[in-house]
């Protein structure tokens, strides 16, 4: 092969394709390099230097996440003078971070604590600059905190902002000494058009930027007399908790997470999959219906595509770039807020508990869903819907405080009337879940048949492309929807708002003859989700993918309109899809928000 | 608002719609309205199709690109070493004490605003300042307040 490389670092013979990094040539041969600016999503950065190596007949040192091989290079990665380099660098950045580490949300969990203990920073000739920095901590947001002292200016999260999710909350703003990491005019994140993603979160290499907890808030409701603590769990917490707890990408710990919730105390373990097959319901009826009045009866007042509405850091999105389009957006609330609206009325009165003594916790993947949560809307039971929501880091947190050892639990099974989900509403966690889910019942609907694919795994939607289109042909449509007969559906699946934004230009450009789009604001879906365990990669997301889409295989029922549960809630409470009662606790309506 | 949106407009028809831009109509916005504001970046931002952050961040990185309203004299005294040792120091506390307030305030009249400022190249003849555009060099207190009232004496001709 003309194209390899060979070159030989620490003496050992590398081989490996152009225009690779002496990082990556490295980890080839499982040497690790230290990195902190670099993050495998991400463009590189070479801006904190950790990574240097040396190279023989060279005095400088070199960033190897930057350097690309060449050809009989010589590298050098624990030499004397790349330790003292690599270790006066971390003393460095450690001289401008607020190193309260016993105090620090992320103690244990930092790559910067990390180097630190692993190159023995001691007392230092370096002046701590935190006490000259007038640092500031930005706690207003009901989903992340920003807290400057910590920040050591890698720019992870601003290169997540832009490249990932195309929004730049965050910027560098300043120079010199005075550089930091910052909004608009350095506004609070709550009032900028941060869409609460946490894709930042989840690569921010210390404290600098954090998930708001609400873990003392839930060990107190636990704690309470009097208090019926239900909690629901999102359809992608199942398939990545166990990351969290030590076990490798990819588990599937359904079982044991219920077992666990059971132990820490919650009254009811109910799922947010039974109202994922709800909202499949609410949304393929609010689709049939726009095609309705679109195709049949000519209404211009109706818009289509209609888009998804389950993920809270879209939304946000859209309310903040494209305002022009809401009317698109489908009025569906998203699974967790359909849950939290059923949980304080329907749940409640079937198991005769006063929803004023009922505390409703959620766990997701996600950190926009702290501030879904928080919106003024999401108050239909006439209470706050769902009163804390914990990512599934902070499940693990509070499992691993309650002492439970986690890999050893049987498993166990969801409580009834708001347990119960099928398939469709597993793969909600992952991108081109929420479409399939919906195209199963939708085709059903108006055909009376099940969709003409194979396991009913409709593969054109899935995968980890970042922008899937599928048509579906309607044929020998029901008589009800016979002006549906030979209609082709067009559909689109795009994940990372980055790819969002794309998609929406060209709707909003009348460039897309689409009939539904289903976005995701993460990478990979909410499987990629800010309130994910930390670390995130490409290989990871396909791994919790993957797993997503075995747990589908394996459910009994695999279509949200079979789902005996959902049939049940709609005889004896809702009546009908799209019906007064739904109105009530199941649609929402959106706000224009401003442009920074 | 709406002047803000028209001139913005016209600074990127002149200039164009690209990341290249930015610094054009950034320079454009000061020479027509001394320091740029929220509302002209969120305008900057839609013209060019980019967050408004991104805007921040480049207005704040470049020195002569204000993001707060000035007064309508800034004097921008050199902060460098030669100046420094030329007695910069002594400079800045004339200057606070004739116009009343600190390093980089503004005086309630909003005639004045004083503030630091990198290199002028006038190292040879420190301390040196600049008032809007003009560079005044070999500062000493004396001459300072004779630069001011000359300011000040031109205000009231011109009212």
């Known amino acids: ?596 | 608002m709406a002047e803000v949106k028209q001139l913005v407009k016209g600074l990127a028809d002149q200039h164009g719609r690209s990341m290249e831009s930015l610094l054009p109509i950034l320079q454009g916005i000061i020479n027509q309205e001394q320091h740029i504001s929220e509302d002209a970046m969120v305008e900057v931002a839609r013209e060019l199709n980019i967050s408004a952050a991104q805007v921040y961040g480049t207005a704040t990185f470049y020195s002569f690109l204000h993001t707060k309203p000035l007064g309508k004299y800034v004097i921008r005294v050199c902060k460098t070493i030669t100046c420094m040792m030329h007695g910069k120091n002594q400079i800045i506390q004339e200057l606070e004490a004739v116009l009343k307030i600190n390093l980089g305030e503004t005086t309630h009249d909003r005639l004045f605003t004083l503030l630091e400022t990198n290199c002028l190249g006038q190292c040879h003849k420190g301390p040196a300042m600049l008032v809007n555009d003009e560079p005044y060099t070999e500062l000493t207190p004396e001459k300072v307040r004779a630069i001011i009232m000359k300011y000040k004496q031109q205000e009231l001709n011109v009212n």
């Open chain 1, 1 to 596: 092969m003309s194209d390899k490389i060979n070159l030989k670092i620490d003496n050992i013979a590398v081989s490996i394709h152009s225009g690779a990094t002496i990082l990556e040539a490295a980890r080839k041969v499982n040497i690790r390099i230290p990195t902190l600016c670099y993050h495998e999503d991400l463009c590189v950065a070479g801006n904190c230097r950790v990574c240097v190596v040396e190279q023989s007949g060279s005095d400088r040192l070199l960033p190897s996440c930057a350097m690309p091989v060449a050809e009989g290079m010589e590298i050098h990665t624990n030499s004397m003078k790349v330790r003292s380099a690599r270790k006066q660098i971390i003393e460095l950045l450690v001289s401008e971070h607020r190193a309260d580490c016993t105090r620090c949300y992320k103690n244990g969990k930092c790559e910067l604590q990390e180097l630190a203990s692993e190159y023995i920073i001691g007392d230092n000739g370096f002046i701590d600059l935190v006490a000259h920095k007038g640092y500031t901590i930005d706690n207003f947001s009901p989903s992340i905190i920003k807290d400057d002292s910590k920040c050591i200016r890698c720019q992870r999260c601003v290169r997540t902002c832009d490249q990932l999710q195309s929004i730049s909350a965050l910027t560098v703003a300043h120079k010199g000494e005075d550089m930091k990491i910052s909004s608009f005019f350095d506004k609070p994140m709550f009032e900028v058009v941060c869409t609460n993603c946490g894709q930042c979160v989840n690569r921010c290499p210390t404290g600098a930027l954090t998930e708001k907890t609400y873990l003392d808030e839930v060990w107190s409701a636990l704690n309470a007399e009097h208090k019926h603590v239900v909690v629901q769990t999102a359809p992608a917490v199942r398939i990545a908790l166990g990351e969290a707890l030590g076990m490798p990408p990819g588990e599937i710990v359904t079982g044991k997470m219920v077992t666990a919730l059971r132990r820490l105390g919650f009254s009811s373990v109910l799922d947010t999959d039974f109202t994922a097959d709800l909202t499949i319901i609410e949304e393929g009826n609010e689709l049939l219906q726009r095609l309705k009045k679109v195709v049949k009866e000519k209404d211009t007042s109706v818009r289509l595509p209609m888009t998804t509405s389950c993920s809270p850091g879209w939304v946000k999105f859209i309310e903040h770039a494209f305002p022009e389009l809401l009317p698109n957006v489908s009025t569906a609330k998203s699974p967790q807020q359909m849950f939290g609206a059923l949980a304080k009325t329907y749940y409640a009165q079937k198991i005769g508990v006063d929803p004023k003594d009922m505390v409703s916790v959620s766990v997701m993947p996600c950190t926009a869903k702290k501030y879904e949560a928080d919106r003024p809307e999401m108050r239909s039971s006439g209470y706050k819907d769902v009163d804390y929501v914990l990512t599934t880091r902070e499940l693990a947190l509070m499992i691993k405080q309650a002492g439970i050892d986690f890999a050893s639990l049987p498993d166990d099974e969801y409580d009834s009337i708001m347990g119960e989900s099928s398939g469709a509403a597993v793969i909600f966690g992952a991108t081109g879940g929420v479409m399939e889910a919906a195209l199963r019942t939708a085709y059903e609907l108006v055909t009376g048949r099940e969709v003409p694919f194979n396991g009913l795994n409709i593969t054109p939607v899935r995968g980890m492309e970042s922008i899937r289109e599928a048509t579906i042909k309607m044929e020998k449509v029901l008589p009800e929807w016979d002006f549906l007969e030979g209609v082709e559906l067009k559909t689109c699946v795009a994940h990372g708002l980055s790819n969002a934004k794309h998609v929406m230009e060209a709707v909003r450009d009348g460039k897309a003859e689409y009939h539904f789009i289903e976005i995701m604001a993460c990478p990979g879906g909410c499987l990629g989700g800010g309130g994910q365990p930390i670390p995130t990669s490409p290989e990871i997301r396909k791994k919790r993918s993957e797993a997503i889409y075995r747990e589908d295989a394996l459910k009994p029922i695999r279509k949200s309109h079979e789902n005996p549960e959902v049939m049940h809630l709609y005889e004896a409470f809702l009546k009908a899809p799209l019906g007064k009662k739904s109105h009530e606790l199941l649609h929402t309506h959106y706000t224009e928000r401003n442009r920074y």
